[in-house]
């Protein structure tokens, strides 16, 4: 039984047999540059999982000649920072590469500094979090971010390819690809998780081992769609959820959705997000929007899942089919921002109720026009305080079926303000 892990045993020593991020790693990629001229800057790698981020931080420290220490922040602490930097006075230069970076709270973090900023320590940090969000702004700022990126299928099937010509254990199964199409889907654009296939399925299979898409799905009975609940990849695809409503598209709606369901999102904060859209972006253009976005919350609430799933579904097609209107969203808000600059402006005394003598003796009410009297049902009064009278808020734009079910009062209104 092979006790070092697959990926453990082919990783790669140098840039030559590293393979992806040729944008980092290529002939002018940065990374490359740094290792050439013998200058590099404390560094933080922001990618998923298994695309090359403990690797390169290696193959650095190997061109580099300095001493290298590797710490989880899961399980380190101070402690472990401050005897790194006790070192780096009596060793010299020291290399640490700190994985998942993120799970270092701000204290943490905040130790680092003082050696990262001296330049006894040179800092790889390891995030699969928007460092932005996860790095405090002061590490932040002595550190170069790169980005790593999904591996893709070439990437992945060169992978493939290297460990059946570089691992022993492989040759000594006899280990072939007959069929790289499951092997890489199931992957995710994981490297690390590929190389796992290969080897669970050369473990439990007498040689000749031929790893076909029948064997790795037999292994791995569904494939585990990546979408982190807490971390970026959340915000991404709801964003992208929301967006494809607003933009009028169910197909793409439908599809983030599912993302959202298949890793296990919270069914009722699809829905209150939902509710937001109805409102925010169709508002009047189609009332019923959010009259079917709050039943599908409430539903969403007594059903569960996975049933669920459906009335989801439902409401998410109608939201992207239906027609859009923003007016009331940038109404709210355009009156927030004058009440912001102008303060809380006094109400008009003929909008105020005058329940007592002395409130009618000052005026309270006076010359107030109860509307339901007039023919229509409106009447020709401001509303407004007077500084800020004919103030504009709302805008039906060019919507027809705001203007349709508005017709009337914008007949009057462009009697009042002119539109």
């Known amino acids: 039984m092979q006790q070092v892990p697959l990926a453990e045993r082919i990783r790669p020593k140098n840039f030559e047999e590293f393979v992806g991020q040729s944008h980092l790693t290529g002939e002018n990629g940065p990374l490359r540059k740094y290792l050439e001229t013998g200058t590099i800057p404390s560094i933080i790698f922001w990618g998923p999982p298994g695309v090359g981020k403990t690797t390169l931080a290696r193959i650095i420290g190997e061109n580099l000649q300095i001493p290298f220490v590797q710490l989880s922040a899961i399980s380190a602490g101070v402690a472990d920072v401050r005897k790194i930097l006790n070192d780096s006075n009596e060793q ?6 700190l994985d998942e970076i ?26 699969t979090e928007n460092p932005s969000f996860e790095v405090n702004n002061a590490l932040l ?19 493939a390819d290297q460990a059946l ?29 590929l190389l796992n296939i290969m080897e669970m399925i050369a473990m439990h299979e007498p040689a000749p ?43 793409a709606a439908v599809y983030y959705l599912a993302r959202m369901i298949e890793g296990g999102e919270n069914a009722e904060f699809i829905a209150r997000r939902m509710v937001i859209l109805a409102s925010e972006d169709i508002g009047n253009a189609n009332p019923t929007a959010l009259v079917m976005a709050t039943n599908t919350l409430t539903a969403v609430q007594t059903i569960g899942m996975p049933e669920g799933r459906i009335i989801l579904s439902q ?47 000052l005026d309270y009410g006076k010359s107030y026009q109860y509307a339901h009297a007039y023919e229509g049902n409106f009447v020709d009064l401001e509303f407004l305080p007077e500084t800020i009278k004919g103030a504009k808020f709302y805008d039906p734009g060019n919507n027809s079926r705001e203007n349709e079910m508005r017709d009337f009062l914008r007949k009057r209104w462009k009697e009042k303000y002119g539109y």
């Open 92 to 97: 010299g230069r020291i290399l640490l590469f």
């Open 102 to 127: 993120h799970r270092f709270n701000k204290s943490q973090q905040d130790a680092l500094l003082g050696g990262v900023e001296s330049g006894k320590i040179l800092l790889i940090g390891a995030t």
């Open 141 to 159: 700022s002595r550190c170069q971010v790169y980005v790593l990126k999904d591996l893709e299928l070439d990437d992945l099937k060169k992978m």
């Open 165 to 193: 010509q570089k691992d022993e254990f492989l040759k000594e199964k006899q280990t072939e690809i007959s069929e790289y199409e499951a092997l890489i889907q199931f992957s995710g654009g994981d490297g690390r998780k």
């Open 209 to 251: 081992v031929i790893i076909d898409n029948q064997k790795v799905k037999k292994i791995l009975q569904s494939r585990q769609v990546v979408y982190d609940k807490a971390g970026e990849e959340h915000y991404n695809v709801i964003s992208a959820f929301i967006k494809s409503m607003r933009g009028s598209d169910p197909n």
């Open 315 to 361: 409401c998410a097609i109608y939201l992207a089919c239906s027609p859009k209107s923003n007016a009331s969203y940038l109404a709210i808000d355009n009156a927030l921002s004058l009440i912001r600059k102008t303060g809380a402006l006094s109400v008009p005394l003929h909008l105020r109720n005058a329940p007592s003598k002395l409130m009618k003796e």
